[in-house]
């Protein structure tokens, strides 16, 4: 059982910093146009050879309704039609990339996200299925964790039954909050009963797993309003909660900018959303996964996590970083061995690349020995809270202390104010340091100090 964490509001005010989320390191802001198609093609060339498992994860990108707060990449749409020529160029890229890979090498994860999956008729949901089925090797046995994002608003009984029977086991479903006046302040309007048709349906459904995500920090929320949504959510008893922060970045995000930022509540309330939120799930049975993640004691996360087995990806935390991630679509990134790639962003440029029989892979990194040495201490600490020495040292050939004896003194720093137990053997993150993990990671971040701080959120 892991120590649960401490709350210390000393500590958060003097840690809580702007930084990456690490869903990748180095993060994919020190990616650039370098790497293309060409690097991809070698990658899963190399993939093929070593026979590794994949995870795939597919972006739809139509959304009918624009929600103010969202900075995910998207095409707001009423025209349903504008699904088909983008179906085109995902078929034909599903095509292009999986005549790279071995028909042995199985899918363990699969992911629809977007967006809003469901945008797609259901036609159309098995046309994707159907392609993905046809050039990879998906598991037929509901093993796999194949799992979409679900809307409430975009799908009733009869869309859940078509997906059980496509063969997704796992639902995300988007809540933020069930406040109507912050519902209407960031332009989603959607009930309890909504969600929960949806919740009922996919228990009936035997669905293995459902995620309901939060965000606090939007304009209108009180301590008191969120305390009640999450109270709601509770009673829903999904397998995982995710506890989101609000970053308002009006100036990179477009749709952020119709937000009055005179709604947003004061970072004492926010702090306070996050306390209470923090004591209501954890007392209704809730583990602390880590960066705003919650699972039940019996879900897969919480017992990879005590398993030491527990990974991070771009799909969050993850129980098949082993997998190489394909990612397929607009925007969507893929990490193979150490190359991390990405997809252009630009719908008309994504279409046009594929339309030309070239793949649409604009920017992307691969990683030094350097950058895997930190990716393994990153990867330590924010998924399982410790470090062992010994283990790197082993891993990487080097002396720890050594390699790493400019930030001694900050972590000497970090240990005299008790966020982290330091010693000749490893890294040990208290109870109160597990809320500010990314700032310990940061230290290990070689690329940080040259970025600009305000492209990040705030740790808390």
């Known amino acids: 059982m892991l120590d649960a964490i401490r709350w210390d509001t000393d500590l958060i005010h003097r840690y809580d910093l702007a930084g990456p989320r690490y869903t990748s390191y180095p993060t994919a802001v020190q990616w650039h146009n370098q790497v293309g198609a060409v690097e991809l093609l070698h990658a899963l060339r190399d993939s093929r050879k070593a026979a590794r498992p994949l995870s795939l994860y597919v972006h739809v990108p139509f959304c009918a309704n624009v929600c103010y707060y969202c900075a995910c990449n998207k095409v707001i749409t009423k025209d349903r039609g504008r699904a088909r020529p983008y179906l085109q160029s995902l078929t034909q890229e599903i095509e292009t990339v999986a005549c790279h890979l071995g028909p042995k090498q199985v899918v ?21 299925m159907g392609s993905l089925r046809r050039h990879f090797n998906l598991l037929e046995d509901d093993s796999g964790d194949y799992g979409i994002e679900i809307d409430p608003r975009e799908a009733d009984w009869a869309t859940m039954g078509l997906l059980r029977e496509l ?3 796992r639902v995300s479903i988007g809540l933020q909050d069930l406040d109507p006046h912050v519902q209407r302040a960031v332009n989603r309007l959607q009930s309890l009963e909504e969600t929960r048709a949806v919740i ?10 459902i995620n309901i995500d939060l965000i606090y920090g939007l304009p209108r929320q009180s301590p008191l309003s969120f305390a009640h949504t999450v109270e709601e959510v509770i009673r829903l008893q999904p397998d995982r909660v995710s506890v989101f922060n609000y970053a308002h970045l009006p100036e990179r995000f477009m749709p952020q900018r119709r937000i009055n930022s005179d709604d947003l509540p004061t970072p004492v309330a926010k702090l306070l959303m996050l306390h209470t939120t923090l004591e209501q799930l954890t ?26 087995t527990l990974q991070r990806n771009f799909q969050g935390y993850t129980t098949h970083g082993h997998c190489d991630l394909i990612g397929l679509g607009v925007s969507a990134i893929s990490q193979i061995g150490d190359l991390y790639c990405q997809n252009t962003s630009d719908l008309g440029a994504y279409q046009s690349a594929l339309a030309g029989a070239q793949l649409a892979t604009s920017r992307g990194l691969l990683c030094t020995q350097d950058d895997r040495l930190r990716r393994a201490i990153i990867q330590q600490l924010i998924c399982h809270f410790q470090l062992d020495f010994e283990r790197i040292e082993r891993a990487f050939t080097l002396d720890f202390r050594g390699y790493f004896a400019a930030l001694w003194p900050q972590l000497q720093t970090m240990a005299g104010d008790g966020l982290i137990e330091l010693d000749a053997r490893g890294i040990r993150v208290l109870p109160a340091g597990r809320l500010l993990v990314r700032s310990l990671c940061m230290l290990f971040d070689a690329y940080l100090a040259q970025q600009n701080r305000q492209r990040f959120s705030r740790v808390i």
């Open 108 to 128: 363990e994860q699969l992911h629809l996200g977007g967006g809003t999956p469901t945008f797609l008729s259901h036609d159309e949901l098995r046309q994707v």
């Open 167 to 169: 063969g997704f086991n």
């Open 200 to 209: 009922d349906a996919a228990r009936t459904l035997q669905f293995r797993s």
């Open 283 to 308: 007392q209704a049975g809730y583990r602390y996964i880590g960066m705003d993640h919650f699972a039940l004691p019996d879900d897969a996360l919480a017992i990879a996590q005590e398993d030491s």
